[in-house]
């Protein structure tokens, strides 16, 4: 934790991106999502929701609404890279739910039974990956789709699937 | 904007009405019932529910009447096959995931949800519940239980804690089947900024929002042969708990609270109209001493303590302007438990202290660690053990709670006689009736620091100009040549205007009265639902006649105080005041 504490966004940071969003509709969201991107961990702690609430006087209750309102903001610490299944019709009828199950296997994780209904959110042991899903990214005529580090793959397979991961885990280019 | 006018048809009849007025507002106008659930006139349009539209010609859709503004030549029909099936079925699908356990919920007969199934003619239930998740129940606060799973997110209580008390304690989380009514974090309204006033709780149309329920504990304690149970009413109580009991609001149902909270088993009925007359002789004093000696000005009441709590936590830099004195209900607690236990020989320890409040914070501030001056007090004169720690204040009822108790125990409340409170502690003046309304305690404060100031006797003793349901209302007052500004808010949202004035060290103002609920706690969060403003109104005229009725209305005059300072207190502001009657506060964070 000592690693994840230093290398949080520091105050100086997060004043510079309140700031740049002052006055302007919609602050919150820009704030939230700028300083989500400056964390290499890609998540947003409890300490900075209480920095930007009492820099901005919005309302705590309200931050966390738009937090879990939106899948883009994370509150846990995400892997090192990150995959996200489609788990929307089209994606659902090319067997996504195969290709997710497959990967949960191949990555050892387990699902928390006590989370559920909530999105899922599954961490490696090391760090390394974050297996999440998403109700569709809007690439059904090339499903099923699943999203590596930001990149979408489309007709995904088993195969191809672990071809990339191993790939990725070995830090070679895609 | 001139008020323009527009020819509107409903149900095919003409009428003529404002341009920009809702479709809602004009069927109201129109003598025609639209059921609402998530609508609050003034604070709550979310067009969340879907229980309000209306058909509108040549509209593709219906249309939700709360938010619809009408326009020139707009038909509107709200009793079509259409709009009843289309409001039947949204209803139905909102009862689909509440709970039906209804015979148990504290809102049985005050639910709203149940009302409008039953007038919609919901007869039975066609779809099963759909999110099989159960949720956790917060119980997190001393004053208020949040059970979700009961909870529509018709969003009427986010909208009052932001609009009119500008805490924001609680806002929707998550998305889809996962969305509900939380704090930050999830933290639970006993961990967060939420300051307990229980607006949330009379706005909320079902029994998601309730008082923590301290019933049983009561009961309990009036079955005891060993304990000496005595009850003290808040002042608004009494101009409230008629209506539980089917009466009209405005019933000033004084005579009938004491007779049966009498036959309920208390052993003795107090009044915390007592108490406030004490609360007066107490900040009266402070002001005075703060006038007279250059003290940290304005001065404000601390009888509200959802406003202490809200100055704790937005407010910290204001808290030496916030008198010292204890509330009226703790101060109650605390001479019950040494003056009167020492003057008719009771062992503290078996005295039990209920109050009947219109308040769901009275609840967290009986709770408060520092209320426990009666344990201080006798300490080392009995050499208690911690083990047999005591708080000033046992049990907090609302005014429902009280109701419901006398329900319980089969009281005819509507047909008892008349009976008076027990003396001593039930003796009081027409100034500490009046503590139950807005600008209550500025116009009794100032009867008395009037005549203590000058010595003379104040002829025109009724300050109207601080009376009303007004947000917020100034005065100046003439104390024998000199001028004495004054303020008094209700409800947080307007207690701010004042509060940044003080923060910023340009308040114009000597003594500020700021009270936590809209109207005062007539329109508390303990009171009977429906608490709206005509109610508030209502009540509030009740509260005024009994001052007026009052042989004695400043507090100074109150025989039974005098007599306690004379005995016991010494003089207002003294060391037993110091340590029995007085308090301290604490900055607490933002979460």
Redesign the interface.
Known sequence: MSVAQSQLPREKELDKVILKFQDKPGLLLGILEEIQNLNPQKYLPIEVLEYVSQKTDIPLSRIYSVVTFYAFFNLKPQGKHSIIICRGTACHTRRSKNLLEYLKTMLNLQEDESQEGEKLFLTTADNKFTLRTVACFGQCALAPVVEIDGKIYSHMTENKLKEIVKRVAAGRKL | MADKKVNIKIDGKDYQVEQGLSILKACQAAGIIIPTICYLEGISEEAACSICVVEVKNAKTLMRSCVTKVTEGMEIMTNTERVRKARKMNLELLLAGHPKDCFVCDRNQTCELRRIAYEMGIREVRFPKT???EMEIDSSSPSILRDPNKCILCRRCISVC?KVQSV????????G??SKV????DRGLGN??CVNCGQCLLVCPTGALVENNEIAGVWKALADPKKFVVVETAPAVRASIGEEFGMAPGNLVTGKMAASLRRLGFDRVFDTQFSADLTIMEEGHELIDRIKNKGVLPLITSCSPGWIKFAEHFYPKALAHVSSCKSPQQMFGAVAKTYYAQKFNLDPRNVTVVSIMPCVAKKFEAKRPEMDSAFEFWKDKMSLKESEHFPDVDFVLTTREAARMIKEAGIDFVNLSDENFDEPLGISTGAAVIFGATGGVMEAALRTAYEVLTGKTLEKIDFEAVRGLQGIKTAEVDIDGMKVKVAVANSLSNARVLLEEVQAGKSPYAFIEIMTCPGGCIGGGGQPIPTDTAVRQKRMEAIYREDKNKPLRKSHQNPAVAELYKEFLGSPLGEKSHHLLHTHYHERA??
């Open positions: 999110v099989k998740l932001e924001s304690a609680i806002d929707t989380a998550k998305r089947k996962l939380t704090t930050f974090m967060v900024v933002m979460v």
